[in-house]
């Protein structure tokens, strides 16, 4: 059973910073997991913000983010991060991250685990 718990969401102000955290867990198994972040604000479709394989060799971002978001991942801690540096109101959405063991899913899109979301809101 896998299971990601998103952390670190809330009010941010224009230009400010502001890091999501999510935790993988494993039971009983624990595995190296490609991580994705995606978003989804009221009334859109859930959209990809961005992938990282999980040993670092190549990252995509959507071009919105691009310059400003940061992917990451501790491997010693099953954590993934996402950096947001100079947000803007339009990023405001309900972030995902996801997680899936194969290299491809950050390509396809296609996440087999999900978290549960933490709200981001930028506003002065």
């Known amino acids: 059973q896998v299971q990601l718990a998103e952390s670190g969401g809330g009010l941010v102000q224009p230009g400010g910073s502001l890091r999501l955290s999510c935790a993988v867990s494993e039971r009983p198994f624990k595995r190296r997991y490609s991580m994705g972040w995606f978003r989804q604000a009221p009334g859109n479709e859930r959209d990809f913000v961005a992938a990282l394989t999980w040993n670092g060799a190549a990252t995509y971002y959507a071009d919105s983010v691009k310059g400003r978001f940061t992917i990451s991942i501790d491997n010693a801690k099953n954590t993934a991060y996402l950096s947001m540096n100079n947000p803007k109101p339009e990023d405001t959405a309900v972030y995902y991250c996801?997680?899936?063991?194969?290299?491809?899913?950050?390509?396809?899109?296609?996440?087999?685990?999900w978290g549960q979301g933490t709200q981001v809101t930028v506003s002065s």
């Open positions: 996801a997680a899936d063991p194969q290299v491809s899913a950050t390509v396809t899109r296609n996440f087999s685990h």
